[in-house]
């Protein structure tokens, strides 16, 4: 399987607690991004990383949440002191860079905070 | 800011015939759009896309159709199949660096046997 892969898959935490989740990217994308999504709604972009170098970060992104990709190749999503507000789908999408080009998305982890 | 909207939460459509989904969206910088279905539990998959600088792009079953001085797209799928069901999500880009993707909240189609 060469797509997105996202671990793990299911994660309940009690609230204030630090969860993290890791993606791996399909392995020609350079780009990597996180997306959070709430029941009926679409897909919010948080962030993206082209290789290493995170250049963009949205509003939603608090300053609880911190991303990273060490090595250019798979990413962490960390959350910090956990709200029950942060249950929702985190969805990993790696595409490559240099154009516009469609993002290919992992199956999703999906948080709930007790 | 809900800049790319999808009106209709949901659509019923008979086997064989045609769907025909809905996407508006409201920032002119948009010039890149994009349609993903997704099933439960697994993640959006592509599904097609279109420049601003077309107007019609056509795979197979499936055509989206812009229309850029009204903000509008749509997706026809022509003929509708049972595995056709699943949520559609519109999406748009500004920029030849889609990094920044805005998504509708989606579109349930259901197609009837």
């Known amino acids: 399987d060469t797509g997105v892969s996202q671990d793990p898959r299911h994660k309940i935490t009690k609230r204030g607690q630090n969860v993290t989740f890791r993606c791996d990217p399909i392995s020609e994308h350079n780009r990597l991004y996180w997306y959070r999504q709430t029941l009926g709604q679409g897909p919010e972009f948080l962030t993206y990383?082209?290789?290493?170098?995170?250049?963009?970060k949205s509003r939603l992104l608090s300053d609880r949440f911190s991303a990273e990709r060490p090595k250019g190749s798979f990413s962490t999503l960390e959350i910090q002191r956990t709200e029950q507000g942060d249950s929702a789908m985190y969805l990993c999408?790696?595409?490559?860079?240099?154009?516009?080009?469609?993002?290919?998305f992992g199956p999703g982890t999906r948080l709930t905070v007790t | 800011d809900q800049q790319v909207k999808q009106n209709s939460p949901s659509l019923s459509v008979q086997e064989g015939r045609i769907s025909i989904l809905n996407c508006d969206y409201t920032n002119s910088m948009f010039d890149y759009f994009l349609w993903y279905k997704k099933y439960p539990a697994e993640g959006p998959t592509f599904l097609i896309s279109?420049?601003?600088?077309?107007d019609k792009n056509e795979d197979g079953r499936f055509t989206v159709f812009l229309n850029k001085s009204a903000k509008h797209l749509s997706l026809h799928i022509v003929p509708s199949q049972p595995g056709d069901s699943a949520v559609y999500f519109c999406a748009a880009s500004a920029g030849n660096n889609n990094n920044d993707m805005r998504f509708g909240a989606g579109t349930r189609l259901t197609v009837k046997p």
């Open positions: 990383f082209q290789n290493e170098a995170q250049l963009e």
């Open positions: 279109i420049s601003s600088i077309k």
């Open positions: 999408a790696s595409s490559l860079a240099g154009g516009v080009y469609e993002q290919y």
